[in-house]
């Protein structure tokens, strides 16, 4: 059974980052895509950051400029570092794998940004 672990959540401050970590269960290559996502209060999930097997990345519009992925095959773990957080950054966030058909979620890290 696949699981995804996210960690690095918590309150900051707008203009601070943060990283977040997520350690998946398997070998990363395993799936043709992994990353993450998030969701606001009363909004739809959406994306962050992606990462395929072969390397290419794509990124939500808003974060193009602040959002670094990272993907570690020794550890199996794949990272999104913010920076520059706004308060609208305020969400959910949750780590995704897709293998083919099949996606699957993490439980999901607090991320509020506020002073």
């Known amino acids: 059974q696949v699981q995804l672990v996210e960690s690095g959540g918590g309150l900051v401050q707008p203009g601070e980052w943060l990283r977040l970590s997520c350690a998946v269960s398997?070998?990363?290559?395993?799936?043709?895509?992994v990353g993450w996502y998030r969701q606001a209060p009363g909004k739809e999930r959406e994306l962050v950051a992606t990462?395929?097997?072969?390397?290419?990345?794509d990124y939500a519009d808003s974060l193009t400029d602040r959002a670094t992925i990272f993907r570690d095959g020794l550890s199996n773990t794949v990272d999104v570092q913010v920076i520059k957080l706004r308060p609208e950054d305020t969400a959910v966030y949750y780590c995704y794998a897709k293998r083919l058909s099949t996606i699957y979620w993490g439980q999901g890290t607090q991320v509020t940004v506020s002073s």
């Open positions: 398997e070998n990363i290559f395993n799936f043709n895509v």
């Open positions: 990462i395929n097997v072969g390397g290419v990345t």
